[in-house]
Every structure is written in C-alpha cells, then in structure tokens.
C-alpha cells in the first residue's frame, strides 16, 4: 500500500493515482487541493473552505513544514519512541548520580554525628565525675579522661535544619 494513498483533493476529491498529470498543492489552513480546483479559484484563496492561504506544491523534494505531514506516522512514533528512551536514561542517570551524592553525605553526616555522640557520652562522664567531686569535696585522682576540653564546633547542616534558619531568619 502507497504510504500516501489518503492524499486527495478536499474539493473534487481525484487522487494522483487516479489523475498522475495533475498537481496537488497543501494549502495553509490545512486542505489539499488539485492544480484544476486551485486554477477555478480567485487567487490566494482556498477553494475549499475559502480562507485566504498560502499553497505549497506537493513535490519532491517536500519542504521540512510539509514533510512532516506527509511521512508514515510509524516512522515519526518510532523516532519520539527513541528521544523518549534517551531522555529516560539520562533522567535516570542523574538521578542514580544524585542518589549517590546523598548516600555519601549521608555517611559523613553519621560518622560526625556518631563523633558527637561520643563527645556527648565523654562530658557525660566528666560532667557527673565533677558532679561527685563537689558532692563528696574529695577531688577525684588527676585522670586525663576527664580533663575538660573546649568542645569543638561541630555544624551538621541538614535540609530541615537549613529551612528552619530561613524561616527565622528569611534575609539568609
């Protein structure tokens, strides 16, 4: 079967199977019409709908604003049916690629929340030692485990952390 055995003139309705000798022209309000139907018409004019329009020949080679309405439609669906799958991929990358990311910050987050739980458990321990040392008035032997540091600054940032502050704070 002829890949354009639809096209026919909107107005007389002859197929170029049937008439070879005559033209066919796509008008641009959408209709098809034959070189006879175009010649009875006033010029610049569909002769089927009677808008005023534009007319390209249907001939080879067709311009790419014609092509495209004359090619199997397979072959269109099959050309989106591959920029869907490429654009799939890629969307999948970069989300494979960002999940990632999140793991790995995820990992220093816990390795720096597990340091400050350590810290937390060690002043603990200091804390209730100097706790018994004024209870008692005995101070307890020198021991390096308990001298008091000066906490280091630990900042752990997390998404809700960071909307918090914006919200108190909307000009950060």
Same mark, same amino acid.
């Given at each position: 079967?002829?890949?354009?055995?639809?096209?026919?003139?909107?107005?007389?309705?002859?197929?170029?199977?049937? =008439?070879?000798?005559?033209?066919?022209?796509?008008?641009?309000?959408?209709?098809?019409?034959? =070189? @006879?139907?175009?010649?009875?018409?006033?010029?610049?004019?569909?002769?089927?709908?009677?808008?005023?329009?534009?007319?390209?020949?249907?001939?080879?080679?067709?311009?790419?604003?014609? %092509?495209?309405?004359?090619? %199997?439609?397979?072959?269109?669906?099959?050309?989106?049916?591959? /920029?869907?799958?490429?654009? %799939?991929?890629?969307?999948?990358?970069?989300?494979?690629?960002?999940?990632?990311?999140?793991?790995?910050?995820?990992?220093?987050?816990?390795?720096?929340?597990?340091? /400050?739980?350590?810290?937390?458990?060690? @002043?603990?321990?200091?804390? =209730?030692?100097?706790?018994?040392?004024?209870?008692?008035?005995?101070? =307890?032997?020198?021991? %390096?485990?308990? /001298? /008091?540091?000066?906490?280091?600054?630990?900042?752990?940032?997390?998404?809700?952390?960071?909307?918090?502050?914006?919200?108190?704070?909307?000009?950060?």
């Amino acid at each position: 079967s002829n890949i354009m055995d639809w096209v026919h003139c909107n107005t007389c309705y002859i197929t170029p199977l049937i =008439s070879s000798d005559k033209c066919f022209f796509l008008t641009s309000c959408g209709h098809i019409i034959c =070189s @006879l139907c175009k010649k009875r018409e006033q010029k610049g004019r569909c002769c089927t709908c009677r808008k005023t329009c534009n007319f390209v020949e249907l001939k080879k080679p067709l311009p790419p604003q014609v %092509d495209i309405w004359m090619n %199997d439609p397979i072959n269109s669906i099959i050309k989106i049916k591959n /920029v869907v799958k490429f654009q %799939d991929l890629n969307r999948k990358k970069m989300l494979s690629g960002a999940l990632k990311k999140a793991e790995v910050r995820l990992i220093r987050i816990e390795e720096k929340f597990q340091a /400050v739980l350590q810290e937390n458990q060690r @002043l603990k321990a200091v804390l =209730s030692q100097l706790q018994n040392d004024q209870c008692t008035g005995i101070p =307890s032997s020198h021991n %390096d485990d308990m /001298v /008091v540091q000066t906490p280091r600054e630990i900042t752990i940032q997390t998404p809700l952390t960071l909307g918090l502050r914006n919200c108190m704070n909307p000009r950060m």
